[in-house]
């Protein structure tokens, strides 16, 4: 191969069981959980910066705002499923919700899934994705879908990409 060719990645054949997991209603974490069982999260970062101006936009933000960028991999059994990537603006961080600032380890979905005043606005699918892993870990391709939440109006923007493993085990 050249030099700065891109490398070719062998498309993910979609079995029939991943339609479920790519439209899954609830927590991604507990269906994984119910599954395979035993479920680590893995934090590879939390951090706040600037998001991305196309995500303020998916969130209904009219400019580019301030935010805590998180990013996990779900794994089982040292099979990582899913890459996880998460954008929760400042002005969705206040009052009660202050302590998602340092959410850590802890699965997101779960406590999305069960306050009350939380609503998923929006599910879609984007099919596949070729993914840039963080940590140097080079490139993945993923099929993936994201998801908005508002919490208490405030919204949180979430993408999730079955990684190969996942794919080919459902």
Same mark, same amino acid.
């Given at each position: 191969?050249? *030099?700065? *060719?891109? =490398? ?8 029939? +069981?991943?339609?479920? #997991? @790519? ?5 991604? %974490? /507990? ?12 934090? @590879? /970062?939390?951090?706040?910066? @600037? ?8 969130? !209904?933000? =009219?400019?580019?705002?301030? !935010? ?8 089982? /059994? ?5 890459? *996880? ?12 919700? $202050?302590?998602? $600032?340092? #959410?850590? %380890?802890?699965?997101? +979905? ?6 009350? =005043? ?5 599910? &879609? ?15 993945? @391709? *993923?099929?993936?879908?994201? &998801?908005?939440?508002?919490?208490? !109006? ?17």
């Amino acid at each position: 191969m050249l *030099a700065g *060719a891109p =490398r070719r990645l062998h498309r993910l054949k979609q079995p029939r +069981g991943i339609r479920q #997991w @790519l439209y899954h209603p609830g927590s991604l %974490t /507990q269906a994984l959980r119910d599954q395979f069982g035993d479920i680590q999260v893995e934090k @590879l /970062q939390q951090q706040c910066s @600037l998001l991305p101006f196309q995500d303020c936009i998916k969130m !209904g933000l =009219r400019s580019r705002q301030m !935010g805590i960028e998180r990013e996990v991999f779900l794994q089982h /059994q040292g099979l990582f499923l899913v890459y *996880a990537k998460t954008f929760m603006p400042m002005t969705t961080l206040v009052g009660e919700n $202050r302590h998602m $600032r340092y #959410w850590d %380890t802890k699965p997101l +979905g779960h406590y999305l899934f069960t306050n009350p =005043r939380v609503v998923r606005s929006c599910l &879609s699918v984007n099919g596949e994705v070729v993914l840039s892993l963080p940590s140097g870990q080079g490139e993945a @391709l *993923a099929l993936q879908r994201e &998801s908005i939440f508002l919490l208490a !109006g405030r919204p949180i923007l979430i993408y999730e990409n079955y990684l190969r493993p996942m794919v080919e085990v459902v």
